[in-house]
C-alpha cells in the first residue's frame, strides 16, 4: 500500500491478523463500514473470500510482510480462513458468557513443513486449530462447587509431551465449519473420545453447528441412556451443548 494506514485500516488490520480470520459482517459491527477499511483489500492487505458462512477477512502474504511478526496465524486458503472465522464467532459467544480461553489445540504439521518447522526451532503444528480449552463462569464455576464441594482451580498448563489432562472446569469447545459443519458421524466420534471427560469437567462439550437439528435426536437418545443408568456423574449438566451458528449468512 503506497499510503500510510489510517487509524481505522491499523485497527482492522491488527484485529484480523491477530483473530487469524473475521467475517466481513463481524468486521463491519465493530469497525463499521466498508469505507473504513476497503483500502486494507484493494492495497492487498487483506483478502475477502466468499463462502457459505459469508464473506470472510484473512491477511495476504503482504499483509504477512508488513507486519513482520512470525507467531501469527498463517491461514493459505479459504477453507481454512473461513473454519476460523467460525471458530472466532462461537468463542466471541462464550466469552460473553464469560468463559475465558486456557490452550488452544493445533492441527499437527506434516512433511516438509514439519520439517521447515524444525529447522526454524518451532512447534512443528500448523495455524489450524482443532479444539479449544475454556475456563468456565464464575456462575457454573459456583455450580460445580455446589455439586462437588470441590473449586474450579486455574488451568494447568503442560509442558511436556504427554497427552493433555482433562480438569474440573476446563471443557473443550470444537467448531468446525468444513464438509457442512459437526455432522452426526463426527459427533459421534467426539462425544466417544470425551464421554468421560465431561464428569471430570462436570460441564457438558461444547460444540458449534450450523444445523442442530440432525444431532437433537441422538442427543435426546444419550440423556435417556444416562438417566437410565443412575450414575452420580450423570446428574446437573447435559452431556452435550450445541451452539447454533447457521451455515448461510450474508457477508
Known amino acids: 500500500m503506497s499510503t500510510p494506514l489510517r487509524p481505522k485500516e491499523k485497527d482492522v488490520l491488527h484485529a484480523v491478523a491477530k483473530a487469524g480470520?473475521?467475517?466481513?459482517?463481524?468486521?463491519?459491527?465493530?469497525?463499521?463500514?466498508?469505507?473504513?477499511?476497503?483500502?486494507?483489500?484493494?492495497?492487498?492487505?487483506?483478502?475477502?473470500?466468499?463462502?457459505?458462512?459469508?464473506?470472510?477477512?484473512?491477511?495476504?502474504?503482504?499483509?504477512?510482510?508488513?507486519?513482520t511478526q512470525p507467531d501469527l496465524p498463517k491461514l493459505t486458503s479459504p477453507s481454512t480462513a473461513v473454519d476460523r472465522a467460525y471458530q472466532n464467532d462461537a468463542l466471541q459467544q462464550l466469552l460473553a458468557e464469560g468463559y475465558t480461553v486456557d490452550k488452544y489445540?493445533?492441527?499437527?504439521?506434516?512433511?516438509?513443513?514439519?520439517?521447515?518447522?524444525?529447522?526454524?526451532?518451532?512447534?512443528?503444528?500448523?495455524?489450524?486449530?482443532?479444539?479449544?480449552t475454556l475456563q468456565v463462569p464464575r456462575r457454573v464455576a459456583n455450580q460445580i462447587y455446589v455439586d462437588t464441594r470441590y473449586q474450579v482451580a486455574p488451568y494447568i498448563h503442560r509442558h511436556d509431551s504427554q497427552a493433555q489432562s482433562e480438569q474440573r472446569g476446563h471443557p473443550r469447545l470444537y467448531a468446525s465449519i468444513r464438509g457442512g459443519g459437526i455432522t452426526l458421524p463426527a459427533l459421534r466420534k467426539l462425544y466417544k473420545r470425551h464421554y468421560l471427560d465431561t464428569s471430570i469437567w462436570h460441564h457438558p462439550l461444547l460444540l458449534a453447528v450450523p444445523d442442530p437439528r440432525p444431532l437433537q435426536m441422538y442427543l435426546?437418545?444419550?440423556?435417556?441412556?444416562?438417566k437410565e443408568s443412575g450414575e452420580q456423574w450423570a446428574i446437573g449438566y447435559p452431556l452435550v451443548r450445541l451452539i447454533h451458528l447457521p451455515l448461510v449468512c450474508a457477508g
Do not use: C, F, M
Open 21 to 67: 480470520a473475521l467475517t466481513s459482517r463481524r468486521v463491519v459491527e465493530a469497525y463499521g463500514p466498508r469505507p473504513n477499511w476497503y483500502g486494507l483489500l484493494t492495497g492487498g492487505l487483506l483478502t475477502e473470500s466468499g463462502t457459505l458462512y459469508g464473506k470472510v477477512l484473512h491477511l495476504t502474504d503482504r499483509g504477512h510482510k508488513l507486519l
Open 105 to 132: 489445540e493445533y492441527q499437527g504439521a506434516g512433511g516438509q513443513q514439519r520439517a521447515a518447522l524444525l529447522a526454524q526451532g518451532r512447534p512443528p503444528y500448523t495455524s489450524a486449530i482443532t479444539s479449544i
Open 220 to 226: 435426546r437418545a444419550l440423556e435417556v441412556r444416562r
